[in-house]
């Protein structure tokens, strides 16, 4: 069973671009969910969505937004990027909405604002 | 919001020695899992564990819900156990939080 797939596991940005992120959840999952990790703010909640609802919001501003496809994969979009958006940021599904199942992680993409 | 504690922020161990890791969390929860971060930055997950006591291998899990504390232990630790380790908690709200994590160093 493949697990949690995230890409592109690294890019590079310029200040003020934009940038989509992409996960592919667990086969039969239906819920993915994003996490924002930085050194000083440590592992933060974005957003969750299931069945191309979403259920869950963090605390981050309006430039960081996401949707859910029918296959359930899963995009986050930022745009107008700031130096301070450089992250790791992790991908994760679950079989349960609302963060009430297990989660299982990709292994992230790294975004680095310049 | 709630606030979740996790201690000792730092361990260094010698290998084959023993640890406790410590979550606290300031409200009540309704499920909690503990993951270990490998260096290349994915968390790998370790228990799912709303209540009670789970083992797996070297590493059991304990969480006690009603005084808000979960407890992860690492037996006979090897160098590959190292990393940082976080536990995760989800209020009334479902809305997750994470733990501030400890970073686990395991000499030879």
């Known amino acids: 069973k493949a697990g949690v797939t995230q890409t592109p596991r690294y890019l590079i940005k310029t200040r003020g671009q934009q940038v989509t992120l992409s996960c592919s959840p667990i086969?039969?999952?239906?819920?993915v969910s994003w996490y924002q990790q930085t050194p000083g703010q440590g592992l933060q909640f974005l957003f969750e969505?299931?069945?191309?609802?979403?259920?869950n919001k963090g605390n981050f501003p309006g430039r960081f937004s996401g949707r859910q496809f029918s296959n359930s994969r899963s995009e986050m979009n930022v745009s107008t990027l700031e130096l301070g958006d450089s992250a790791l940021y992790l991908c994760?599904?679950?079989?349960?909405?609302?963060?009430?199942?297990?989660?299982?992680f990709g292994e992230g993409s790294r975004l680095t604002v310049l | 919001g709630i606030q979740v504690e996790q201690s000792p922020p730092d361990l260094i161990l010698q290998e084959g020695a023993n640890s406790t890791l410590r979550c606290n969390f300031s409200?009540?929860?309704?499920?909690l899992q503990w993951f270990h971060q490998n260096p290349w930055g994915q968390l790998i997950n370790l228990f799912y564990?709303?209540?009670g006591t789970k083992q797996n291998g070297r590493l059991s899990a304990t969480t006690v819900a009603t005084e808000r504390y979960s407890l992860l232990y690492i037996s006979s630790s090897q160098t590959t156990d190292s990393g940082v380790y976080f536990c995760?908690?989800?209020?009334?709200?479902?809305?997750?939080?994470f733990g501030t994590g400890t970073r686990l160093t395991v000499i030879p």
């Open positions: 994760a599904s679950s079989s349960l909405a609302g963060n009430t199942g297990e989660l299982f």
């Open positions: 086969s039969g999952h239906r819920s």
């Open positions: 969505y299931f069945s191309e609802t979403q259920r």
């Open positions: 409200d009540s929860v309704n499920n």
């Open positions: 564990i709303p209540s």
């Open positions: 995760a908690v989800v209020t009334g709200a479902n809305n997750l939080f």
